[in-house]
C-alpha cells in the first residue's frame, strides 16, 4: 500500500506536467527563453535549499480552460521544489488546498540518486485546509518574482515538513 502511496503525487506531478506540455497555444504571452534563476526556502529537518540556475524555471501556459504557472527549482544533491498556479491570473496571493475546491499544488522532493524508489516527496494540498500559499509579486515579459510558504505530507510514513521564507526570481522557459 505505501508504493501505491508514493507514486499518487508523482502520478499527479507527472499528469499536470503533461497537461502544461500539450495543453500550450501559440498565443502563449511567456515570451520564449530557456528558463534560469533561482530558488531558496528553509526546509524544515533538511535546513536550507538553494536551486541551481540551469534547472530552475517558470512556464506560463493558455490553452481553453485558463492559464496556469508551472515554477520548479531543483539542485545537484536531488533536491527540487515545484509549484503550479491553476487559473493563473497574474500577480496576487494563491492558496495550495484545500483539496477539495483547489487544484494549486507544491511539492517538496528529496531525490534518492542511488536508489530513485525511495525517492521522497513531501506534498501541500493534502487535507481540506490551506496547507500554504505562493505569491506573485512582480511578472513580466521574461519572468516571475515572489515569494512562497508550505507545509508538504509524506504519503508514505505521514511526516510533514514546513518549507518556509521561500523566494523566487525566475525567468520563463519556452515551451
Known sequence: MK?????KPILFFL?????????????????????????????SGSGSFKSHAISSNAVKTANSTGTSLFIQGTNSDGVGITMTIMNYTGEGT????PVTSNFNTASYTETNISNPMDTQVWA???DTSSSGSITI?????????????????NSNDDSIKVISNGNFDLKFKSN
Open 3 to 7: 508504493g501505491v502511496k508514493f507514486f
Open 15 to 43: 499528469l499536470v506536467s503533461a497537461v502544461i506540455a500539450t495543453g500550450c497555444s501559440n498565443d502563449d504571452e511567456s515570451g520564449s527563453g530557456d528558463g534560469g534563476g533561482e530558488m531558496t526556502a528553509s526546509i
Open 94 to 97: 494563491y492558496q495550495f488546498g
Open 124 to 126: 501541500a494540498s493534502y
Open 137 to 153: 509579486l512582480n511578472e513580466s515579459e521574461s519572468g516571475v518574482k515572489g515569494t512562497f510558504n508550505f507545509k508538504g505530507k
